[in-house]
């Protein structure tokens, strides 16, 4: 069955440390990745697709399919990161829905 | 430029009771989405749309139904509302359905007692 998995519900860092945000997905077929996240008190937005292969607001996320991972990095987190991610798959058979993870909260300390 | 708009965005209501969630977009998208989210767990997808007068059931259907009448608005009803139904919902849409780049509303939290 398709899955994404996010297996840290909350991840804390200090104020210029790496971040690492962790998803790995089960898919038979090519899957498509993304990552959404959800500031406070705004509304889910798509922060970056695997196929971009682009870094936004410093995160960048390689596709792994060895490992069957789409992990998120940035070298020197920031406050302004703290909020909630997403990783999310299109299922490629399926009309391009999304299975999503149950996301990671960041909390990045001063 | 609005994108989209959730309605209400939070709501009690007691069992057995029904009640209509609207969401409503500007962008002239074709796809609209309706998931809900529940404590740790992913957005799942509860029902979708793929264009004016379509709608085909998504992840967890069960105990809602939904309308597509205008391009531009997608209904989401429950008819009986049950305690399980307490969730936040959130509509999203796109402007295709390769392109997986939703715009979501800002989210309907729904309560059942």
């Known amino acids: 069955a ?52 682009e870094s936004i607001k410093g995160f960048t996320a390689d596709l792994n399919k060895g490992e069957t991972s789409f992990h998120l990095k940035k070298p020197f987190a920031q406050e302004e990161d703290s909020a909630m991610y997403y990783c999310a798959l299109s299922r490629m058979d399926s009309n391009y829905q999304l299975i999503w993870g149950a996301g990671t909260k960041l909390i990045i300390k001063p | ?78 008819e009986s509302a049950a305690p399980s139904q307490t969730s936040v919902y959130f509509c999203a849409s796109s402007y295709s359905d390769r392109v997986v780049a939703y715009t979501f509303g800002s989210g309907t939290r729904l309560t059942v007692v």
């Open chain 2, 1 to 78: 430029n609005a994108g989209v708009t959730q309605t209400p965005k939070f709501r009690v209501l007691k069992t057995g009771q029904s009640m209509t969630l609207l969401c409503a977009q500007d962008m002239n998208h074709e796809y609209m989405y309706w998931y809900r989210q529940d404590p740790g767990m992913g957005l799942r997808l509860i029902h979708y749309s793929v264009g004016e007068g379509t709608t085909a059931k998504g992840e967890v259907p069960d105990g809602y139904n939904v309308s597509r009448l205008k391009k531009q608005n997608f209904l989401l009803g429950l």
């Open chain 1, 2 to 53: 398709q899955r994404v998995t996010q297996p840290e519900k909350l991840l804390s860092v200090f104020k210029g440390a790496p971040v690492e945000l962790k998803c790995n997905y089960s898919y038979s077929g090519s899957p498509e990745l993304f990552w959404y996240v959800q500031y406070s008190r705004q509304r889910l937005q798509l922060l970056l697709r695997h196929i971009s292969r």
